[in-house]
């Protein structure tokens, strides 16, 4: 739940108090009068009941599948765990020591980002935008929504401004970036990456400007403010983490819901019980422009032939220019495919397959011209 978009989320919320109580009711139904008292609460506060003479409520269990002892494997090594155990935590925990420079980090993204996420972040091909400008103003447009007025700018969910903690971005450019070769990059190289991220979004890092010159390190990474670190609840943070969640959910008024108490349960009416509900309104609207119209024909659109050059650097250079699959006009990489036939050559195009390529190379090309694509790459003209 995000707490500075208050109207969206009440509205949203209606779903969730819903479904908890919901969930509740049922349980609460089910359960005789003589069962046990509740044991114990999940982590979004609903309740657990035992076992009661062979049945949880009038369905029965299988107490011995229930209480078979299961072989859970054996205690892993201390090597073992430190080879699994590589997350980065906001307060430092597995983040390296290591540097790069804003000037590097421009470098490695045009060589190996670029093609997807565009210049500058702005985004692109389906892949999402990295960037729109200065993060601190663009986190105030996430209290922005379109209920009153439909012609106002919507919230912009960039990673400057709607992500609350910095760990997050370094952890995923190391681990799942570039894609399709997730894990190739050095530490120097992942904060090289990171001072860019946080240069093109205009960051400062106690004070100091995130310019073409700067040169990110360890220390100056954990002093990273985020302007939206405040922005979400439930509080997941911290050793106490699933205590608070649990007691943010059991009281209903945290989400949206009155009347009603946590230990209440619905069963008729439950939304207009539980819930304040926002309703959408037009804001008397007399006016559209362009005019309402009852004709559902689409517009016609003049067919427009295939840029091949351009459609495979927007769709195809990140892999086939990277290595990871044959390039444009290599005969003998391409030959292996090339003698099982055409027609299997652009299914596999179309289609996609299980060994990395995506159907179309993730574009909404027709068949027709994507075959033309696929001969090009192939033949190289």
């Known amino acids: 739940m995000f707490k500075l978009n208050t109207k969206l989320i009440v509205s949203a919320s209606v779903v969730t108090v819903a479904a908890l109580f919901t969930a509740g009711c049922m349980e609460s139904a089910a359960k005789p009068a003589s069962a046990n008292a509740v044991t114990a609460s999940d982590i979004a506060g609903g309740i657990v009941y035992p076992i009661a003479d062979g049945k949880t409520g009038p369905y029965y269990v299988n107490e011995k599948a229930m ?49 997807c996420h565009g210049d500058f972040g702005s985004g692109g091909g389906g892949y999402p935008a990295l960037s729109k400008g200065n993060a601190v103003e663009l986190q105030k447009t996430l209290t922005n929504n379109r209920w009153r007025d439909p012609d106002a700018d919507g919230p912009t969910r960039v990673f400057g401004s709607y992500w609350p903690k910095a760990s997050t971005m370094w952890w995923y450019i190391r681990d799942g970036m570039p894609h399709p070769k997730s894990k190739t990059l050095t530490t120097d190289e992942t904060y090289a990456l990171a001072a860019y991220m946080l240069n093109i979004n205009e960051f400062e890092i106690d004070g100091e400007e995130v310019d073409e010159e700067y040169v990110l390190t360890r220390e100056k990474f954990l002093k990273i403010k985020m302007p939206n670190e405040e922005g979400f609840e439930p509080n997941i943070d911290g050793p106490t983490a699933l205590t608070d969640v649990r007691t943010y959910y059991a009281n209903p008024a945290n989400f949206g819901a009155k009347k009603v108490k946590a230990s209440e349960r619905c069963m008729t009416d439950c939304q207009e019980k539980t819930a304040v509900v926002t309703r959408i309104e037009n804001g008397g609207i007399s006016e559209f422009h362009p005019p309402l119209s009852a004709v559902r024909d689409l517009p016609v659109e003049k067919a427009k032939a295939l840029d091949v050059k351009k459609a495979y650097a927007d769709n195809c250079a990140m892999c086939h220019d990277t290595g990871v699959a044959p390039t444009v006009g290599d005969k003998d990489g391409w030959a292996s495919f090339v003698s099982k036939g055409m027609d299997k050559v652009y299914a596999s195009a179309i289609n996609g397959t299980n060994n990395g390529m995506p159907p179309k190379g993730g574009s909404s090309i027709p068949d027709s011209d994507f075959k033309k694509l696929v001969d090009y790459v192939i033949n190289g003209k």
Do not use: F
Request: aromatic share 4%; hydrophobic share 30%; with cysteine.
């Open 67 to 115: 209480n078979m002892k299961l072989n859970h494997g054996r205690v892993p090594t201390a090597n073992e765990l430190d080879a699994w155990n590589r997350d980065v935590m906001p307060d430092g925990t597995g983040l390296p020591e290591g540097e790069g420079s804003v000037e590097d980090g421009e470098a490695i993204y045009e060589a190996q980002c670029l093609s």
